[in-house]
DNA sequence: TAATCATATGAAAAAAAAGTCATATATTTA
DNA sequence: TAAATATATGACTTTTTTTTCATATGATTA
């Protein structure tokens, strides 16, 4: 992990990092869904969905399908998925205070 | 996924979110070394040193162990290693423009 | 036990990211 | 082709995060 690198990872992991888009992505567990039905289903308002798509699919988690004037957004579901599941497996050992609320 | 989990999820990612904290944990990939250590090499200022470390430490990708008056800390190569190797396998695939800077 | 060294902490400043609002673009339908 | 629908974009405001600075704490050594 060179210096180059870093800024890589930390572009990733900040498209992470934020509540908003993880919501998107699990919603997106269930099958692809186009921008309004993301709008409904996370009660967001919809530019701020499309923001936060962008950076989803700029970051190769999300995929893009045009279909008409609706534009279907897919979960990366051979990376993504995977890793939340090994991030799954650390915090159940590790982080338990932390989904507990402890300093 | 719950919302609560997700509060967890960004708490976790959020931590890795940021290239001094990528640093420091990459540096302690080579083994553990005390907080002294850790400034040489990252060429960062003690107290930032100190407070990122708290924060990983907090989330469990590293350990400390108290020696006298030092204090050393230890990567958690059981899972954020592997979680390392995940994540280049997914920027290999799908990051290769975010590498080279494009938008 | 005073001085020194190693590290931690809190508050405040600086920087970065998120969300909002108005509006643009693109596609479809009447 | 005008209106309607779906989505994207840019600029701005707000919020969050990071860094810095001064200082506190804790262990060691002279």
Redesign the interface.
């Given at each position: 992990?060179d210096?180059?690198?870093?800024?890589?990872?930390?572009?990733?992991?900040?498209t992470?990092?934020?509540?908003s888009r993880?919501?998107i992505l699990?919603i997106l567990r269930s099958g692809q869904k186009n921008v309004k039905e993301i709008c409904r289903e996370t009660e967001f308002e919809q530019s701020m969905v499309s923001h936060n798509l962008k950076m989803l699919e700029?970051?190769?988690m999300v995929f893009v399908e045009k279909k008409g004037k609706f534009r279907y957004y897919d979960l990366?579901k051979?990376?993504?998925k995977?890793?939340?599941e090994?991030?799954d497996?650390?915090?159940r050992?590790?982080?338990c205070k932390?989904?507990r609320g402890e300093r």
């Open positions: 992990m210096s180059c690198d870093k800024e890589v990872y930390k572009l990733f992991f900040g992470l990092a934020n509540q993880l919501k699990n700029y970051h190769g990366n051979k990376t993504i995977p890793l939340l090994l991030i497996a650390h915090m050992e590790y982080c932390i989904a």
